[in-house]
């Protein structure tokens, strides 16, 4: 698992993420913050966050979440989209209720995820 730097304009959104990761994953593992730090930033990709990761299908990508982060992927219940997922709990963090991932408006599997019900990108 490879990253490369953060840019400076997304680095809070990537420390975000990475927080909410390690709250829900054992505390001191240094492996499992290895994974966090990857998943967090492949969160910042364009992609699905399973193609960001490299992996074969979204599936793979569940397995791989539920083993490092367990309680977070039981929160899960309506099957999102995990990037939505993360960026919806981040939201909810900080007592905001109507938030989207940053490249869903360009995502060609918008309506997908958003249903008829999809505001304009």
């Known amino acids: 698992m490879t990253t490369g730097p953060v840019p400076a304009e997304r680095r809070e ?3 975000d993420i990475l927080k909410l990761l390690l709250d829900h994953a054992a505390p001191g593992d240094k492996e ?3 994974v966090a730090r990857y998943v ?3 969160c910042l990709g364009e992609n699905h966050l399973w193609q960001d990761m490299e992996l074969p299908d979204r599936r793979a ?3 791989l979440l539920e083993r490092w982060f367990a309680p977070l992927t039981r929160m899960n219940t309506m099957d999102m989209k995990w990037k939505k997922f993360f960026y919806k709990k981040i ?3 900080e007592g905001f209720y109507l938030c989207k991932s940053p490249s869903c408006g360009v995502c060609v599997d918008y309506h997908n995820c958003y249903g008829a019900a999809a505001p304009a990108a």
Request: with cysteine.
């Open 32 to 34: 499992t913050e290895e």
């Open 40 to 42: 967090a930033y492949s």
């Open 61 to 63: 990508l569940s397995e």
């Open 13 to 15: 959104e990537y420390e």
């Open 91 to 93: 939201c909810e963090r």
